[in-house]
């Protein structure tokens, strides 16, 4: 990396910043337009739920395929072209008059979100020094944070003011921006390199394995039940799975290096990153639905409840971020969670007579501890990565975080539709307007086990920090 690089890394980072922030908000920023996307669609709940789901799916698919082609091809080159190709896809985005349309232009998205979300942290890594990189990755943990959280009310200001279209139009001359930034900021890749040696049969295996398990997740939650197509998905993804294992053991130049795996630190870290993005992902897959049909709120009013939980994220994480520096990051992990599962429990109290600032408050505190956790966990998965792997760590945390999200909208909306079904006695696939209280038994229902899933989340990190002070005694 040339030197004058390092002298403006500073600069380069508000450009690098723009991928998470774009790649994370569009993973959610659809949520709140569901309910309108649907009825202009003429779609039921469940199938709306693709146009959120597909994306996610084809980026948790190929991330860990281009952080490999990334290695070989050069970092720079796969990041800067990534956002033409995620400007492609808005543009076909906004301009899909139907379901099917709307997610193939949806797929295409995720292709260049999936391109430059696997180099951007092995960008910064490269960049700066090793006593910056936790403070440089700590604000693109941030800026993932905040955008997942910002999509919904971001999306339902623009739905209310303008329409659905305007979710992916408003892309388009970011992606130019983003891509003309690149081209004069960016260090040239030091070769251009070739994908001699490059492992196409276990990332097809890997993308297989992906697609059968969220396809079986996903269609078993919309529909309700499991058939054929579904338990096939997950025997053949299972099978891929397996399979993909077996070969990254055994050939000189594995898609994923499995030995990064032997650090607990590193291992515990990444499954919470899971955990946090599945919680978090039942709360933006649900909260649309629960504002806009139960509590008949406006798109735009429903936004601006949604902005509680950014708002807030956002004020703490650099607080966050200064201060795992300084006490170090395993403290704040705890703290981050318990304070998310404080704002869990106030979400589970909701009902049909809440009101909507009372909503924003519960919202905001859940948001308050993701804001606390998010850097110091990103800082602890870097870390605990050795220097040589850390494209690989940075590709398999922004995995851990996509798989999160795609698990959370299944879990969601699979038990949604299962307790509403149980309290009205029939099977059902969505809001029933008649029968609002089904929906908020429902929706209790998701928010007390995204409780119990981040109590999980407390019970490893505690258990981190344990071994953590029983290394340090032994050092000591």
């Excluded at 579904?230 to 055994?250: C, D, K």
């Amino acid at each position: 990396m040339p030197s004058q690089a390092r002298a403006d890394r500073w600069k380069i980072l508000p450009v690098v910043l723009l991928s998470p922030l774009m790649g994370s908000l569009d993973g959610s920023i659809v949520n709140v337009a569901l309910p309108t996307i649907a009825d202009r669609l003429r779609v039921g709940m469940g199938g709306a739920q693709w146009a959120v789901s597909s994306y996610l799916i084809v980026i948790s698919a190929l991330v860990l395929v281009f952080g490999k082609v990334a290695d070989k091809l050069g970092k720079v080159r796969i990041f800067i072209y990534g956002f033409i190709i995620f400007g492609l896809g808005s543009l076909l985005c906004s301009v899909s008059w139907s379901l099917p349309l709307l997610i193939v232009a949806r797929c295409v998205q995720a292709v260049g979100a999936s391109m430059f979300m696997s180099s951007n942290q092995a960008i910064i890594a490269t960049l700066f020094p090793p006593e910056e990189r936790g403070r440089a990755l700590g604000f693109l943990g941030t800026t993932v944070a905040v955008g997942t959280m910002i999509g919904p009310p971001l999306g339902g200001i623009l739905v209310g003011l303008f329409n659905w279209q305007s979710l992916f139009i408003i892309n388009i001359p970011i992606s130019i921006f983003a891509f003309a930034a690149g081209i004069k900021l960016l260090p040239r890749d030091d070769k251009a390199g070739t994908l001699a040696g490059f492992d196409l049969a276990g990332s097809a295996l890997f993308g297989l394995f992906v697609v059968g398990l969220f396809y079986f997740m996903l269609s078993g939650g919309q529909a309700g039940i499991y058939g054929p197509a579904e338990i096939t998905a997950l025997v053949l993804g299972l099978a891929a799975g397996i399979l993909f294992l077996s070969r990254e053991r055994r050939i000189a130049d594995p898609m994923i290096d499995l030995s990064i795996f032997r650090d607990g630190f590193f291992s515990i870290s990444v499954v919470c990153v899971l955990l946090v993005f599945l919680a978090s992902f039942c709360i933006n897959i649900i909260q649309p639905f629960y504002l806009q049909d139960a509590l008949k709120l406006s798109p735009a009013m429903a936004g601006l409840v949604l902005l509680a939980t950014p708002l807030a994220s956002g004020a703490i994480a650099p607080l966050s971020g200064r201060l795992s520096d300084r006490i170090g990051s395993r403290s704040l992990t705890v703290i981050g969670l318990i304070v998310m599962l404080a704002g869990l429990g106030l979400l589970c109290c909701f009902g049909l007579g809440t009101s909507p600032l009372a909503v924003a408050g519960g919202l905001a505190l859940f948001g308050l501890g993701n804001g606390i956790f998010s850097s110091p966990n990103t800082s602890l998965i870097m870390s605990h990565a050795p220097r040589e792997k850390l494209g690989v760590a940075g590709s398999i945390n922004a995995l851990a975080r996509n798989m999160g999200m795609v698990t959370g909208i299944a879990f969601a909306v699979t038990l949604l539709n299962r307790s509403m079904s149980a309290a009205l006695g029939r099977e059902v696939n969505g809001f029933v307007p008649e029968a609002p209280d089904a929906f908020v038994f429902g929706m209790r229902a998701v928010f007390i086990s995204a409780s119990a899933i981040i109590a999980i989340a407390i019970a490893l990190t505690l258990a981190r920090s344990i071994k953590g002070d029983e290394l340090a005694r032994e050092r000591g």
